[in-house]
Nanobody, 125 residues
Framework: QTQLVESGGGLVQPGGSLRLSCAAA????????IGWFRQAPGKEREAVLC????????NYADSVKGRFTISRDNDKNTVYLQMNSLKPEDTAFYYC??????????????????WGQGTQVTVSS
C-alpha cells in the first residue's frame, strides 16, 4: 500500500528551525519526485520545494529561498524539509506528495498522485 507519513512539525519561535520528515511506504521513494506543499489558514495549498529522483531540486516558493532546503535519504526511504529562520508567515499545515514522474515538472497538485496526512507547523513567540 502506497503511503506517505509526515512528521516533525510543532511549535517553534520565530528564527528557529524545524526538520520535517516524509517517510514512504509501499514504493521506492528514489524512483519518484517528491514535493512539499503547505496550506495556511484561509489560503490555498501551495508548492514549496520538490526533489527529483536524481536529487535535483526545484524551489517553487520565493518566500522560502535561502531558508528551506529539501533532501532525500534513499536508504531510509525518506525525504526531509529543513526549515531555518522560520517566520510567523511559515505557519501552515505541511504535506509531502509523490510526483507522477521521476522529475519535478510542476507545482500544481494535479502533478502529484499520493499525499500524506500532513503535519502542523506553528511559528509563534
Amino acid at each position: 500500500q502506497t503511503q506517505l507519513v509526515e512528521s516533525g512539525g510543532g511549535l517553534v519561535q520565530p528564527g528557529g528551525s524545524l526538520r520535517l520528515s516524509c517517510a514512504a511506504a509501499g514504493f521506492a521513494l528514489r524512483t519518484y519526485a517528491i514535493g512539499w506543499f503547505r496550506q495556511a489558514p484561509g489560503k490555498e495549498r501551495e508548492a514549496v520545494l520538490c526533489i527529483s529522483s536524481n536529487t535535483g531540486t526545484v524551489n517553487y516558493a520565493d518566500s522560502v529561498k535561502g531558508r528551506f532546503t529539501i533532501s532525500r535519504d534513499n536508504d531510509k526511504n525518506t525525504v526531509y524539509l529543513q526549515m531555518n529562520s522560520l517566520k510567523p508567515e511559515d505557519t501552515a499545515f505541511y504535506y509531502c506528495a509523490r510526483g507522477r514522474s521521476t522529475y519535478c515538472t510542476t507545482k500544481t497538485e494535479a502533478g502529484y498522485s499520493y499525499w500524506g496526512q500532513g503535519t502542523q507547523v506553528t511559528v509563534s513567540s
